[in-house]
């Protein structure tokens, strides 16, 4: 008798028989082993065709139950979380709204139900609305095909008693460039999953991103992970997914394997030419399209091209929004140097991975420039018409804490420092040697202010009606153009007295926005700086005046004052310094 079977991860895997019996059986599917929750299908095939005439009568019966006018009233009260884009801005609508992600992801080896203790003080005390949390192949897929759902079950649960959102991060093929995330099973048989090799034709510490057996792995596993999203998370607590982690490869510019070599030398494909639009002439091989850069583009549309291939399988399952993170290049780098992680989504490939990538929704930056001038430039490339901004990781030493403001001037759509845990792990440099309340307070302040007000400020932002400043060393002033109105922002300058030569902060920490909620009426806030405002046409002779400016809280998304600022609160402009404040204005010229 001829074997039937499937083609599986690990090659063609016979059916099972029971025991004796002559009948086939499908194979095992996915199993996912949940807290209390063991779900396996074993379907006997002839079982199956007889059982065939009542399944599909039952289908139908589904079928009608999905299109019911109340299951479709529920599914349009219940959106799934999604970006929206709409006169080039951007939004992640929540339940149907524009929401701001406060995020704080913890570190690396912090996702484990023991650790979880130590993740959630720091998050609250943070005051975020999203924990972004590592989801592990090695532990999700600890046997072939056997999935253990078990700790995203708890993160389930714990994110909603802490009434949190969830990212997850997936750390399938590629972590940080590497593939240490992958199973035992797999990390035991390098010559079925293997690594790439260099120009010297030794393996290098990166994944092949032509591997079709480690492609199919990592499509099974995250198809897994997105299936039992769809069924435990009829809440949405997870807003977004994560696909890889830092995909690419550090210390060698692409894979120089005989399977890449040879798509090397073959023509570039069509597709990505019209995507790019680029005039060559069809047939050039990489070499003779891209120069140079061959080596490097190369590697992005592979390492893309293989996410794709993951991402569109779990969204087909579960459509939640999806993201790649990347770490960055120097963002004035203009030459050739290859000293940094390629095949990533950095700035000079963003084309390649939009072209190859569109089950991507967006390409984010991980930000560790503690410069301002770096720091605002990723900003400016990440910030495009064809991608949402989203800032998923970040330093969380102080310096960094006033780039939130920056980010909230480029429109994003959240917003993330990283290690936030009190496991104790310091990740110095980049990071503190210790994280503590001291250290977090900077980027406390900022989430206390604005997460009673995240949904006003993601609506603002998703209406092109937000500007922001942050302090640069050395320049104490800024300036924010409402049309008819200036606003001056100044650093440094105290709380009283004339403003005319700022000095600046000792550190450059100041920060401000400004939204623009009706004729001359702005939602203003900020910390260490003062805010003023000044008619545009100054020369026509007319003052400013402060009609009215109130200090609120935001209940339920609703503005409530709770005093007038007069006096001293305004005779100096409007003058904010550690306290989360926010002010409404009302402005009138004499
Ligand atoms: C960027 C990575 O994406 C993170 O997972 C982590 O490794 C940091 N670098 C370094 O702490």
Same mark, same amino acid.
């Given at each position: 008798?001829?074997?039937?079977?499937?083609? #599986?991860?690990e090659g063609f895997v016979e059916f099972e028989r029971r025991g004796g019996e002559k009948e086939d059986v499908a194979p095992v599917g996915p199993r996912c082993y949940g807290t209390g929750v063991y779900c396996s299908f074993r379907r006997g095939y002839s079982f199956l065709m007889q059982k065939l005439r009542t399944i599909f009568s039952q289908y139908i019966f589904v079928l009608l139950l999905l299109c019911s006018p109340a299951t479709l009233r529920a599914q349009a009260a219940n959106p799934l979380p999604h970006i929206v884009q709409k006169d080039g801005h951007y939004a992640l609508f929540v339940d149907g709204a524009p929401y701001l992600i406060l995020g704080a992801q913890a570190n690396n080896s912090s996702g484990w139900p023991?650790?979880?203790?130590?993740?959630?003080?720091?998050?609250?005390?943070?005051?975020?609305?999203?924990?972004?949390?590592?989801?592990?192949?090695?532990?999700?897929?600890?046997?072939?095909?056997?999935?253990?759902?078990?700790?995203?079950?708890?993160?389930?649960?714990?994110?909603?008693?802490?009434?949190?959102?969830?990212?997850?991060?997936?750390?399938? /093929?590629?972590?940080?460039?590497?593939?240490?995330?992958?199973?035992?099973?797999?990390?035991?048989?390098p010559e079925k999953y293997p690594r790439m090799i260099g120009p010297d034709g030794r393996a290098v510490d990166s994944p092949s991103p032509f591997s079709e057996t480690t492609l199919r792995a990592d499509i099974n596993a995250f198809s897994a992970l997105m299936r039992h999203l769809k069924s435990a998370d009829p809440e949405h607590t997870v807003l977004m997914v994560q696909v890889e982690n830092e995909p690419g490869t550090w210390g060698c510019v692409r894979d120089y394997s005989p399977a890449a070599q040879r798509v090397f030398e073959s023509p570039?494909?069509?597709?990505?030419?019209?995507?790019?639009?680029?005039?060559?002439?069809?047939? #050039? /091989?990489?070499?003779?399209?891209?120069?140079?850069?061959?080596?490097?583009?190369?590697?992005?549309?592979?390492?893309?091209?293989?996410?794709?291939?993951?991402?569109?399988? #779990?969204?087909?399952?579960?459509?939640?929004?999806?993201?790649?993170?990347?770490?960055?290049?120097?963002?004035?780098?203009? #030459?050739?140097?290859?000293?940094?992680?390629?095949?990533?989504?950095?700035?000079?490939?963003?084309?390649?991975?939009?072209?190859?990538?569109?089950?991507?929704?967006?390409?984010a930056p991980d930000i560790y420039m503690e410069g301002s001038d770096e720091y605002l430039k990723v900003l400016d490339l990440y910030h495009r018409p064809d991608n949402a901004l989203f800032v998923p990781e970040t330093g969380h030493t102080p310096a960094y804490s006033r780039y939130f403001f920056a980010a909230l001037g480029h429109q994003t759509i959240g917003f993330s420092p990283f290690g936030i845990d009190y496991t104790k792990y310091a990740n110095d440099p980049i990071g503190a040697t210790e994280l503590n309340e001291k250290l977090l307070e900077p980027f406390a302040i900022n989430y206390k202010l604005v997460a009673p007000m995240q949904r006003e400020i993601a609506r603002l932002n998703f209406e092109g009606k937000l500007q922001a400043v942050v302090e640069k060393q050395g320049i104490p002033e800024d300036s924010l153009d409402f049309g008819p109105w200036q606003?001056?922002?100044?650093?440094?300058?105290?709380?009283?007295?004339?403003?005319?030569?700022?000095?600046?902060?000792?550190?450059?920490?100041?920060?401000?926005?400004?939204?623009?909620?009706g004729p001359n009426a702005f939602l203003v806030s900020g910390f260490f700086c003062r805010v003023d405002f000044q008619p545009s046409d100054g020369a026509s002779g007319k003052q400013r005046e402060y009609l009215r400016v109130e200090e609120g809280t935001y209940e339920n998304g609703k503005f409530r004052a709770i005093r007038i600022w007069n006096g001293d609160q305004t005779d100096w402009g409007l003058n904010f310094a550690s306290v989360p404040q926010v002010v409404r204005v009302s402005l009138e010229t004499y």
């Open positions: 008798m001829q074997n039937s079977g499937y083609e #599986g991860p023991s650790m979880l203790p130590k993740v959630w003080p720091a998050v609250e005390y943070l005051h975020a609305n999203t924990l972004e949390i590592p989801v592990y192949w090695e532990q999700f897929e600890p046997e072939p095909w056997h999935f253990d759902c078990s700790i995203v079950d708890t993160l389930l649960a714990q994110a909603r008693q802490h009434q949190m959102h969830l990212i997850l991060l997936w750390f399938g /093929t590629w972590k940080n460039g590497s593939s240490h995330y992958m199973p035992l099973w797999m990390k035991r048989s570039v494909p069509t597709q990505l030419l019209t995507a790019l639009r680029m005039s060559a002439t069809p047939g #050039g /091989t990489w070499h003779q399209v891209f120069g140079e850069e061959a080596d490097v583009f190369f590697h992005a549309w592979a390492v893309a091209r293989y996410i794709e291939q993951v991402a569109a399988a #779990g969204k087909a399952i579960y459509p939640l929004p999806l993201y790649v993170n990347a770490a960055l290049r120097n963002p004035f780098e203009t #030459g050739h140097e290859h000293n940094y992680e390629t095949g990533g989504a950095t700035d000079n490939v963003i084309p390649v991975w939009k072209a190859t990538a569109p089950s991507i929704d967006l390409l606003v001056k922002v100044s650093y440094g300058l105290g709380q009283f007295g004339p403003g005319n030569h700022p000095p600046g902060n000792p550190q450059p920490i100041g920060r401000a926005f400004v939204a623009e909620l």
